[in-house]
């Protein structure tokens, strides 16, 4: 009867520790479970974070750039509406200069009666006839042919910008480099026409005559004021094509930035 209840208490512990040894090695396998599916999201929360990181730096990215184009394009914008002011004054310059030039008003003075004299030294005179009874004899020696080219640059620069005006009004775009070569190529003409009509303003043509004919009164004046103040002009026409020029180089826009700014 003992044994049989000592063999009965044997039986139960056996099972216990049965019972225990299963539970232990079916619980192995929900913890690696468990485990398993920590690393995952922990993984999963790494990948969300460094994408939202990269997202966000190509936001501001695109942001940076749009701003950098809508910079230049504002940039661009006051260039050309700068360079269309410096036109528009160049061609009024340009305007005056040609009636300046071809007008040639100016006075001239003989001393020994005191009488004075007005002179408008149009394009017809620039050469002296001696049926012309308006010019005085002492202008025998009157030849200007670099008048001649003086006039042509001026007429020739005048039309020239009112073409780039209308060019523009009529939104056809011109390449920079076409700007620069015209506006920095003006500048030696401009500066040839002012060094000329400042040369022939003076009457020049006067000491020819006194020297020619040993006259020892040489007290005559004579002065052509148009044509000073056309080299004046000619001189801040000057100054307006290098600005136009340096303007149109430093931040006008090429067809190349143009099309970049575009795709952007």
């Given at each position: ?89 160049n061609t009024i310059l ?27 030294l149009t394009a017809d ?140």
């Amino acid at each position: 009867m003992r044994k049989q209840v000592t063999l009965d208490k044997e039986y139960c512990n056996m099972e216990k520790i049965a019972n225990k040894t299963a539970c232990k090695s079916s619980s192995v396998p929900t913890v690696a479970a468990a485990t398993a599916k920590d690393t995952k999201n922990k993984m999963e929360a790494a990948d969300r974070k460094v994408s939202t990181g990269t997202l966000n730096r190509l936001i501001l990215v695109a942001q940076a750039l749009e701003s950098e184009v809508e910079t230049r394009r504002n940039d661009d914008i006051s260039a050309i509406k700068i360079t269309f002011s410096i036109r528009v004054a160049n061609t009024i310059l340009l305007l005056l200069i040609n009636i300046l030039i071809f007008s040639g008003f100016g006075k001239y003075q003989v001393q020994k009666d005191g009488r004075y004299q007005d002179l408008m030294l149009t394009a017809d005179k620039w050469t002296y006839d001696s049926s012309n009874d308006e010019l005085p004899e002492t202008f025998v020696y009157l030849r200007l042919s670099g008048q001649y080219l003086s006039a042509c640059i001026t007429v020739f620069l005048l039309f020239s910008t009112i073409f780039l005006q209308l060019l523009h009004l009529c939104g056809i775009s011109i390449s920079r480099i076409t700007n620069m070569c015209y506006s920095f190529g003006a500048v030696p003409f401009t500066l040839f026409v002012f060094g000329l009509e400042m040369h022939y303003s003076t009457c020049p043509w006067l000491d020819e005559y006194f020297i020619s004919y040993s006259m020892s009164d040489m007290s005559s004046q004579c002065a052509i004021n148009g044509w000073a103040l056309a080299g004046i002009f000619s001189l801040l026409s000057c100054g307006l094509f290098v600005s136009e020029g340096i303007i149109t180089a430093f931040f006008g826009s090429s067809h190349a930035t143009e099309n970049k700014e575009t795709i952007v």
